[in-house]
């Protein structure tokens, strides 16, 4: 049944030759058409038909038909049931008496006139099949330009005969296309029929080739080299005949090798390679791209062409350039990638003088441009915007020139933009550079002394600066300018006393706009200004001032305050400040000061050169009973504490025979703790307590008892409380004589005789038993003034034993001329001297002597005694006339006084006057005890005259005791 459908369906195929029988040469024809030489015909065509092969014109002479299974017999026999047939001239047929089978499939040839053993015969080829067979498998449409990438073709594999089967195409391992199970009979594969009556049908397979990987629509495979593709035909659903056909595509194995620049310019680059031989390679493809843009593509025939130059390129562009050979497609690259020479090969600029010239520094703009240019009209600038022309040019070497442009940075603060612009081949070509200025000035530009001739000068920093140009001047004329990298910087050999104005400019690559000016005085600074206290407390005070100036240089202060206690001293503090203080006012708190204490304050400004004057003004607390008011401010003494020390040299002095009257000295000042506002006085003996009060420094008694002792002691008083009492002193009533009365003096230039009378009152169980007489030289000081000096020279003479009206006097020699001097006299009893009585006079500075009247003050008492002239004064009345002559004299000695009181010093110039403030007691005929061994020391206790006198701004020096008896 297989054979007869076989027979019924499956005829010859072959290209039908257009001209049958043609003019000449051998041919084929079958079922009366020609066929080419390679027609294939089904084995079953030829059962029916035969195969006829002619040589027109020719003479057979042992021609032949020679199969695949060998030669075919001609006229009687057959060769796998294929047969031939001779016919007229030339002309020989072949047969098949049945199917021939696998052994009669094949090639067969036909030799004419002459068997085919003869070189002369004529041949022609047929292909008998069974089954299926592969008609052709062909390349197409190969790609005649080669610049065109990447690269496309067909595969053609047409196929003939049975119409069941299975087809393929692939490379190597991988199918491109295959289908299977295909019937003609209803198209079920996608082949184009080309012939249908035999089953003719044309499989078709896209190529795209990258020149890496051969690719058919989702399927790829890596190659290199020639590219080798296979058809296979099967029948089916048996697989009796399985036809495989191959094709090769020629394609080079490797890149050109060694690809290096030989040559470039802004606009061309010149590579080569080294040549491929011819069988690997027909020419060469050279591509050009910048960036993912093609800008070139060349093909360069015959395999030794290993050289080419890429011309209209671009300056300073990069390219990347690819070589590839091909033959009948292209082969692997080989890539370099190469940039041109620029245009504008570059842009600078340079300082060229000192950025200390601000507004007159000095920049090149040098521009290096391609020689392939003319500089003198193909180059131009842009500063700003502002198109300069280009003069100045040179060139550098073959392939550059330097175009320089002079730029000044006019106005200062304005950042330069310039531009170079070099045209080639109707491109603007350009390069930019951009001298840089800060937006501004540095802040807080601050200056520092350092020493007499050299200065600080520091600023905040800025990120965007490179640098300082700093310019100092000095009265408006003398400018010097330096400059700095660092944030700050030392001004050396200056003028002191001098203000610098001192101006910081910031740079980057131009300097700022304008400065930062700070005017410093380059002196010690001037006194601060509206001196004043506040928030007075009980032991703080805050000072508040107005500082210098800004433009004084201020590194301390020195704070002074003196407390008005003489046994405190003055206290200076010094507090450092920051130079350059933002505030205009300063304040400063004293602590621990006592209170209720009265102090002097004054500031001094200072720095490294010194200090200021003291300031102009001072200001000094005051405590005022319960209330301290300094400054308008008004505080409460409620947080003081008691008085912490006690009075001292508590005395007893006789009044009159009925009242005694008790005296003490101060609290120490510096014991206070505010201002004293009484005394507590305690009077007690065996017998009966007195509890009293005053609030003066002594208190008067009209009650105690004569010959009675009593035990004495004070405590003082203040806003708070009372403070401690003193120790207690024991005191018996009426045992010490009162002042000596009537005292004056005679004075010479080197001797004093000085006179009194006896004292008012006498105790009449303690006679006076002598007379003290002190004395002292007040150096630098006029008569009437105040002493401070203690030296006192004893003398003890005899006393006259009588109490009615008698007068005493004595003479004191060893006196310095010219001299003021103080004496004092005091009677004593065995139980302890009264009080004293003093006179001030001045030697003379001639052999005359002048007697003067002066006044006498009891020491710790409020009246003044008048002076009298002895009768020895009065004796010398006969020399009044002499007082005329000594007129002159004593005129002079008082312009020399004067002058000595203004010369003084300032502690001693401050003493009350001499009259009214001397602090000698007279002691009344009372006996003091020390409690602790009465009979030891029941001697006369008077204040300690040193301290007393101190106290009171006078004193007593030298002392002579005068009579007869034990001195005390």
Same mark, same amino acid.
């Given at each position: 049944?297989?054979?007869?459908?076989?027979?019924?369906?499956?005829?010859? $195929?072959?290209? $039908?030759?257009?001209?049958?029988?043609?003019?000449? =040469?051998?041919?084929l024809?079958?079922?009366?058409?020609?066929?080419?030489?390679?027609?294939?015909?089904?084995?079953?065509?030829?059962?029916?038909?035969a195969?006829?092969?002619?040589?027109p014109?020719?003479?057979?002479?042992?021609?032949?038909?020679?199969?695949?299974?060998?030669?075919?017999?001609?006229?009687g026999?057959?060769?796998?049931?294929?047969?031939?047939?001779?016919?007229?001239?030339?002309?020989?047929?072949?047969?098949?008496?049945?199917?021939?089978?696998?052994?009669?499939?094949?090639?067969?040839?036909?030799?004419?006139?002459?068997?085919?053993?003869?070189?002369?015969?004529?041949?022609?080829?047929?292909?008998i099949?069974?089954?299926?067979? @592969?008609?052709?498998?062909?390349?197409?449409?190969?790609?005649s330009?080669?610049t065109?990438?990447?690269?496309?073709?067909?595969?053609?594999?047409?196929?003939?005969?049975? %119409?069941?089967? =299975?087809?393929?195409m692939?490379?190597?391992?991988?199918?491109?296309?295959?289908?299977?199970?295909?019937?003609?009979?209803?198209?079920t594969?996608?082949?184009?029929?080309? &012939?249908s009556?035999?089953?003719?049908?044309?499989?078709?397979v896209?190529?795209?080739?990258?020149?890496?990987? !051969?690719?058919?629509?989702?399927?790829?495979?890596?190659?290199?080299?020639?590219?080798?593709?296979?058809?296979?035909?099967?029948?089916?659903?048996?697989?009796?005949?399985?036809?495989?056909?191959?094709?090769?595509?020629?394609?080079?194995?490797?890149?050109?090798s060694?690809?290096?620049?030989?040559?470039?310019t802004?606009?061309?680059?010149?590579?080569?390679?080294?040549?491929?031989?011819?069988?690997?390679?027909?020419?060469?493809?050279?591509?050009?791209?910048?960036?993912?843009?093609?800008?070139?593509?060349?093909?360069v025939? =015959?395999?030794?062409?290993?050289?080419?130059?890429?011309?209209?390129?671009?300056?300073?562009?990069? %390219?990347?350039?690819t !070589?590839?050979?091909?033959q009948?497609?292209?082969?692997?690259?080989?890539? #370099?990638?190469v940039?041109?020479?620029?245009? @504008?090969?570059?842009?600078?600029?340079?300082?060229?003088?000192?950025?200390?010239?601000?507004?007159?520094?000095?920049?090149?703009?040098?521009?290096?441009?391609?020689?392939?240019?003319?500089?003198?009209?193909?180059v131009?600038?842009?500063?700003n915007?502002?198109?300069?022309?280009?003069?100045?040019y040179?060139?550098?070497?073959?392939?550059?020139?330097n175009?320089?442009?002079?730029?000044?940075?006019?106005?200062?603060?304005?950042?330069?933009?310039?531009?170079?612009?070099?045209?080639?081949?109707?491109?603007?070509?350009?390069?930019?550079?951009?001298?840089?200025?800060?937006?501004?000035?540095?802040? +807080?530009?601050?200056?520092?002394?350092?020493?007499a001739?050299?200065?600080?000068?520091?600023?905040?920093?800025?990120?965007?600066?490179?640098?300082? $140009?700093?310019?100092?001047?000095?009265?408006?004329?003398?400018? +010097?300018?330096?400059s700095?990298?660092?944030?700050?910087?030392?001004?050396?050999?200056?003028?002191?006393?001098?203000?610098?104005?001192?101006?910081?400019?910031?740079?980057?690559?131009?300097?700022?706009?304008?400065?930062?000016?700070?005017?410093?005085?380059?002196?010690?600074?001037?006194?601060?200004?509206?001196?004043?206290?506040?928030?007075?407390?009980?032991?703080?005070?805050?000072v508040?001032?107005?500082?210098p100036?800004?433009? +004084?240089?201020?590194?301390?202060?020195?704070?002074?305050?003196?407390?008005?206690?003489?046994?405190l001293?003055?206290?200076?503090?010094?507090?450092?400040?920051?130079?350059?203080?933002?505030?205009?006012?300063?304040?400063?708190?004293?602590?621990?000061?006592?209170?209720?204490?009265?102090?002097?304050?004054t500031?001094?400004?200072?720095?490294?050169?010194?200090?200021?004057?003291?300031?102009?003004?001072?200001?000094?607390?005051?405590?005022m009973?319960?209330?301290?008011?300094?400054?308008?401010?008004?505080?409460? %003494?409620?947080y003081?504490?008691?008085?912490? =020390?006690?009075?001292?040299?508590?005395?007893?002095?006789?009044?009159?025979?009925?009242?005694?009257?008790?005296?003490?000295?101060?609290? +120490?000042?510096?014991?206070?703790?505010?201002?004293?506002?009484?005394y507590?006085?305690? @009077?007690?003996?065996?017998? #009966?307590?007195?509890?009293?009060?005053?609030?003066?420094?002594?208190?008067?008694l009209?009650?105690?008892?004569?010959?009675?002792e009593?035990?004495?002691?004070?405590?003082?008083?203040?806003?708070?409380?009372?403070?401690?009492?003193?120790?207690?002193?024991?005191?018996?009533?009426?045992?010490?004589?009162?002042?000596?009365?009537?005292v004056?003096?005679?004075?010479?230039?080197?001797?004093?005789?000085?006179?009194?009378?006896?004292?008012?009152?006498?105790?009449?169980?303690?006679? @006076?038993?002598?007379?003290? #007489?002190?004395?002292?030289?007040?150096?630098?000081?006029?008569?009437?003034?105040?002493?401070?000096?203690?030296?006192?020279?004893?003398?003890?003479?005899?006393?006259?034993?009588?109490?009615?009206?008698?007068t005493?006097?004595?003479q004191?020699?060893?006196?310095?001329?010219?001299?003021?001097? #103080?004496?004092?006299?005091?009677a004593?009893?065995?139980?302890?001297?009264?009080?004293w009585?003093?006179?001030?006079?001045?030697?003379?500075?001639?052999?005359?002597?002048?007697?003067?009247?002066?006044?006498?003050?009891?020491v710790?008492?409020?009246?003044? &005694?008048?002076?009298?002239?002895?009768?020895?004064?009065i004796?010398?009345?006969?020399?009044?006339?002499?007082?005329?002559?000594?007129?002159?004299?004593s005129?002079?000695?008082?312009? %020399?006084?004067?002058?000595?009181?203004?010369?003084?010093?300032t502690?001693?110039?401050?003493?009350t006057?001499?009259?009214?403030?001397?602090?000698?007691?007279?002691?009344e005929?009372?006996?003091?005890?020390?409690?602790?061994?009465?009979?030891?020391?029941?001697?006369?206790?008077?204040?300690?005259?040193?301290?007393?006198?101190?106290k009171?701004?006078?004193?007593?020096?030298?002392?002579v005791?005068?009579?007869?008896?034990?001195g005390?």
């Open positions: 049944m297989l054979s007869l459908q076989v027979f019924v369906f499956l005829l010859s $195929v072959s290209e $039908v030759i257009s001209q049958c029988p043609p003019s000449s =040469g051998i041919y024809r079958h079922n009366g058409n020609c066929r080419t030489n390679g027609s294939y015909f089904t084995d079953g065509s030829i059962i029916s038909n195969l006829e092969c002619t040589l014109g020719a003479t057979l002479n042992g021609g032949e038909w020679i199969g695949s299974n060998g030669t075919v017999p001609c006229d026999g057959n060769n796998v049931n294929v047969q031939c047939t001779t016919g007229s001239g030339a002309s020989l047929s072949i047969q098949a008496t049945t199917f021939p089978g696998e052994a009669g499939d094949g090639w067969y040839k036909c030799c004419l006139p002459t068997n085919c053993s003869d070189p002369n015969t004529n041949i022609i080829f047929a292909n099949f069974r089954f299926a067979q @592969i008609e052709s498998f062909t390349v197409a449409d190969l790609p330009d080669m065109v990438y990447p690269q496309e073709y067909k595969l053609n594999c047409t196929k003939i005969g049975f %119409y069941l089967y =299975g087809i393929s692939s490379i190597g391992n991988t199918a491109l296309a295959s289908y299977t199970n295909c019937d003609d009979r209803s198209s594969c996608p082949g184009t029929v080309l &012939v009556s035999t089953n003719t049908v044309r499989y078709t896209d190529i795209t080739w990258d020149g890496m990987t !051969v690719s058919s629509g989702s399927i790829s495979q890596s190659t290199t080299g020639d590219q080798m593709y296979q058809c296979r035909v099967a029948d089916r659903p048996d697989s009796n005949a399985i036809r495989i056909l191959n094709v090769t595509v020629k394609v080079p194995a490797t890149a050109p060694s690809l290096t620049v030989v040559n470039k802004a606009t061309t680059i010149t590579v080569s390679w080294i040549a491929l031989d011819s069988s690997d390679a027909d020419g060469y493809v050279v591509n050009v791209t910048s960036d993912t843009d093609t800008l070139q593509t060349v093909q025939e =015959g395999s030794s062409n290993n050289t080419i130059t890429l011309n209209g390129l671009g300056g300073r562009t990069t %390219y990347i350039i !070589v590839r050979a091909y009948q497609l292209l082969g692997p690259a080989s890539t #370099i990638s940039q041109t020479l620029p245009v @504008i090969n570059s842009i600078n600029w340079t300082l060229v003088s000192s950025i200390t010239q601000l507004n007159n520094t000095q920049y090149h703009i040098d521009c290096l441009t391609t020689t392939d240019i003319n500089p003198s009209t193909d131009y600038w842009l500063v915007g502002v198109m300069k022309s280009n003069s100045m040179t060139s550098i070497d073959v392939l550059t020139y175009n320089t442009l002079l730029v000044y940075p006019d106005p200062l603060g304005m950042s330069v933009n310039v531009t170079c612009i070099a045209m080639i081949g109707g491109v603007n070509y350009s390069q930019s550079v951009i001298l840089h200025a800060p937006s501004g000035p540095p802040n +807080n530009v601050r200056g520092f002394i350092l020493s001739t050299s200065i600080k000068v520091n600023w905040t920093t800025s990120p965007e600066t490179n640098g300082y $140009v700093i310019e100092y001047t000095t009265g408006g004329v003398t400018r +010097n300018v330096v700095t990298s660092e944030d700050e910087i030392v001004l050396t050999d200056l003028s002191p006393m001098s203000t610098y104005t001192i101006s910081v400019y910031s740079y980057i690559n131009l300097p700022s706009v304008n400065s930062t000016v700070t005017v410093l005085r380059f002196d010690v600074p001037s006194p601060v200004t509206s001196l004043s206290v506040s928030n007075v407390s009980t032991f703080g005070i805050t508040n001032w107005t500082i100036s800004s433009d +004084n240089y201020v590194t301390y202060y020195t704070i002074s305050y003196t407390p008005s206690c003489p046994e001293s003055s206290v200076n503090e010094a507090v450092s400040v920051g130079p350059h203080q933002s505030t205009t006012t300063y304040s400063y708190t004293l602590i621990s000061l006592y209170s209720g204490m009265n102090y002097t304050i500031v001094r400004a200072g720095n490294v050169l010194g200090g200021s004057e003291l300031s102009m003004s001072t200001v000094q607390t005051e405590a009973s319960c209330m301290l008011m300094c400054s308008n401010i008004q505080i409460n %003494y409620n003081f504490v008691a008085p912490s =020390g006690w009075p001292s040299s508590i005395q007893v002095l006789q009044v009159n025979s009925t009242a005694n009257r008790f005296t003490w000295n101060e609290v +120490n000042c510096s014991e206070r703790n505010g201002l004293i506002t009484g507590t006085v305690i @009077i007690s003996n065996s017998s #009966i307590t007195y509890n009293l009060t005053s609030t003066e420094r002594y208190i008067i009209n009650d105690l008892v004569f010959g009675t009593y035990n004495i002691s004070v405590a003082a008083v203040n806003s708070v409380g009372r403070g401690p009492f003193s120790d207690p002193i024991v005191v018996e009533i009426g045992i010490v004589p009162g002042p000596v009365g009537s004056s003096s005679i004075m010479d230039t080197t001797w004093a005789v000085i006179s009194w009378s006896v004292p008012s009152y006498i105790p009449s169980d303690y006679p @006076i038993i002598t007379y003290e #007489i002190g004395y002292h030289i007040l150096f630098d000081k006029c008569c009437f003034s105040m002493v401070d000096d203690d030296d006192i020279d004893n003398q003890m003479l005899q006393f006259i034993n009588s109490t009615n009206g008698a005493f006097t004595t004191i020699t060893g006196l310095d001329a010219m001299s003021c001097y #103080i004496f004092g006299v005091r004593y009893t065995d139980r302890g001297p009264g009080g009585v003093f006179i001030a006079n001045e030697t003379l500075i001639s052999t005359q002597f002048v007697t003067l009247t002066t006044c006498t003050q009891e710790g008492s409020t009246n003044t &005694v008048s002076g009298a002239v002895d009768g020895a004064s004796g010398l009345g006969a020399v009044v006339g002499l007082l005329l002559i000594s007129l002159a004299v005129i002079i000695i008082h312009i %020399y006084c004067f002058i000595k009181l203004k010369t003084y010093d502690a001693t110039a401050k003493q006057k001499f009259d009214d403030d001397i602090p000698m007691q007279v002691c005929p009372y006996g003091i005890h020390k409690t602790k061994d009465v009979t030891k020391d029941a001697v006369y206790e008077c204040p300690d005259v040193n301290k007393l006198l101190y009171e701004n006078a004193y007593l020096g030298t002392s005791k005068l009579g007869v008896g034990v005390v």
